[in-house]
């Protein structure tokens, strides 16, 4: 990394420090204003009072292991179906087409919507939060698999056979590769469809434990401060895996194909 | 490693490759209309082992579906291509194409796109790395055996492409006007390292190029096209020492036979494309 670069970095960094501050101090002032009351607006230091409850009870930090380790299955399991169903809706194109129409539907439809139908298909546990998140990010995963595939240059194909690739080497050494930034798009959108869904359904199907759930404790017993301190644990997830892991993993492929030379 | 025994095979047999009546039309459909265009007609050519020939016709001529047909990319409508007297059905690393824009693969870094039809013959990982830096070395491209295609200027791009086809080494190399996109500094040099690697190779290349400049500095023969569909309208041979350079006055008197049957092509193609001009 550049000098220049360092400094574009710690002027970002400055910035982002300027402007919590200020929020901070806005809200603060709003809470001393008193224009809601004390229960339905606490000050910074009572949602900071609440992280450091539940991170000494320990509550915290076992919430978001727990609701990190559905979030990674069922990410797991969408990749794993979404893909395969890819790779044979590329081979058998009939099947391909009709299943990519209602997969295009599906991938639209809000996960809530699910919630009712996995409870009482699964009941109220484990499986059916994991079945609400497969089913709101498989299908990204399937259509960008599918549309990544069938868009492969030609050229490629071309000059794979001619050397002598087929069958799943053609599959697992060119055509696999060639759409690998069409399908980490899809990536991408499905872990934030599958975050957003755990976390619904994590409200929704009550088991105890997940950041979800801390939410609707929070607002059965009107504990704000912990509403807040968790929403914040879920942007900062969220922000986590989307500025740190994927953008880096794009950033990475893009690079490799030359696609972005002065991006960042 | 059938490379090999084919190789062997191929001693007994002066001809290479023999093109014989073949026909290529495609059809389009666009919305209710279907129209047939007949890309070429009717091409007899028959080649000689290590013989080293262009290709020269006006654009849409059909010659890279000629090239397709040999590869076995393409399926000719009728006739058949015979090499090493059989006739070849599917496309294989016998005979290579080095395409027109680059076809290498963005994903992998130089030496892995040179070791790629090495890997998918089951080569092992020792052997191909071995094979494939004799051939970057051959190219002068050691130095950028680890970057990626993107680092590569346009020539070192064609200089990959032509050792990635190399290194299985084929019996026929098909060439689809693989320096078209160079500034002429770079394209003049490839054209003399070309002629040497084949003085080196003994490989049978077929040459495609709209440049007739570069088709006189490397063919033995050069074959004129007719405009679509594409027949066989001229065959230059050119009997003059190597390796040649593009400006050499010697050369003029063939540029000058091939410039006159080809304008003659062009101008009716042109016609064909506009007839109210
Ligand atoms: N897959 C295809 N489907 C339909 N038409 C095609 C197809 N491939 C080629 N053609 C048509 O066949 C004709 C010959 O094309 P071809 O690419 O072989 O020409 P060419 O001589 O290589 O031209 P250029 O010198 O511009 O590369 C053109 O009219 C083209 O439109
Ligand atoms: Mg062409």
């Known amino acids: 990394m550049s000098i220049k670069n360092l400094v574009a970095r710690q002027k970002d960094l400055f910035s982002i420090i300027i402007f919590l501050a200020a929020f901070l101090a806005i809200w603060e002032l709003f809470f001393n204003l008193e ?138 050494y060119v055509m696999i590769p060639a759409a690998t930034p069409s399908i980490i798009v899809g990536l991408k959108q499905a872990w934030s469809f599958a975050w957003h869904a755990l976390i619904g359904a994590e409200m929704l199907i009550t088991t105890l434990v997940g950041l979800g759930h801390i939410l609707s404790v929070g607002r059965e017993f009107l504990l704000m401060d912990q509403i807040i301190a968790t929403m914040i644990v879920i942007f900062t997830i969220g922000m986590i895996f989307d500025k740190l892991v994927f953008f880096k993993i794009e950033e990475k492929i893009r690079k490799k194909w030359g696609l972005s030379e002065q991006t960042m | 490693m059938i490379l090999f025994i084919t190789n062997k095979q191929s001693e007994k047999y002066l001809t290479k490759l023999e093109i014989k009546n073949v026909t290529k039309s495609f059809k389009t459909t666009q919305g209710k209309n279907t129209s047939i265009t007949n890309a070429i007609e009717n091409i007899n050519l028959s080649i000689e082992d290590g013989e080293f020939v262009c290709f020269v016709g006006p654009s849409g001529c059909g ?99 032509i050792a990635r086809a190399l290194v299985l080494d084929p019996e026929v190399l098909l060439m689809d006007e693989p320096f078209a996109a160079l500034d002429s500094q770079t394209r003049d040099l490839l054209l003399v390292e070309l002629q040497l690697i084949w003085a080196r190779t003994k490989k049978t290349i077929i040459f495609v190029t709209h440049n007739i400049s570069e088709s006189v500095c490397l063919g033995d023969r050069v074959i004129v096209f007719t405009h679509r569909p594409g027949k066989i ?16 006055p010697g050369l003029q008197d063939f540029q000058r036979s091939i410039l006159y049957e080809l304008k003659n092509e062009i101008i009716s193609a042109k016609k064909q494309e506009n007839p109210s001009n």
């Open chain 2, 63 to 161: 010659k890279s579906t000629l090239l397709n047909i040999l590869a076995g990319l393409e399926k000719p409508n009728e006739g058949e291509v015979i090499l090493n007297g059989r006739p070849i059905d599917e496309t294989g690393p016998d005979r290579l194409m080095v395409f027109q824009e680059s076809a290498l693969f963005p994903w992998l870094k130089v030496i892995d796109n040179v070791e790629f039809g090495l890997k998918m013959a089951g080569v092992g990982k020792q052997k191909r790395r071995e094979i494939a830096m004799h051939y970057l070395d051959m190219m002068q491209l050691t130095k950028f055996s680890d970057a990626y295609i993107y680092q590569l200027s346009g020539g070192m791009k064609q200089r990959v492409a």
């Open chain 1, 35 to 172: 224009i809601w009351p004390k229960v339905s607006f606490p000050a910074p230091y009572q949602v900071l009072e609440s992280f450091k409850n539940q991170i000494e009870d320990g509550s915290l930090p076992s919430n978001i292991l727990v609701s990190l380790w559905r979030l990674f299955l069922g990410f797991l399991i969408s990749i794993t179906i979404g893909i395969s169903v890819g790779l044979l809706m590329v081979k058998f194109p009939i099947f391909g087409k009709t299943l990519n129409s209602f997969a295009v539907g599906l991938q639209s439809f809000p996960s809530i919507a699910w919630i009712p139908f996995a409870i009482l298909f699964i009941g109220i546990n484990d499986s059916a939060i994991l079945f609400v998140v497969v089913m709101s990010s498989v299908f990204s995963v399937m259509i960008s698999t599918y549309s990544g595939m069938r868009n492969i240059s030609p050229l490629y194909l071309r000059a794979a056979k001619n050397m002598g690739a087929k069958g799943l080497n053609l599959v697992a």
């Open chain 2, 233 to 248: 309208k001229k065959e230059v041979s050119i009997e003059y020492r190597r390796p040649r350079l593009t400006e050499d």
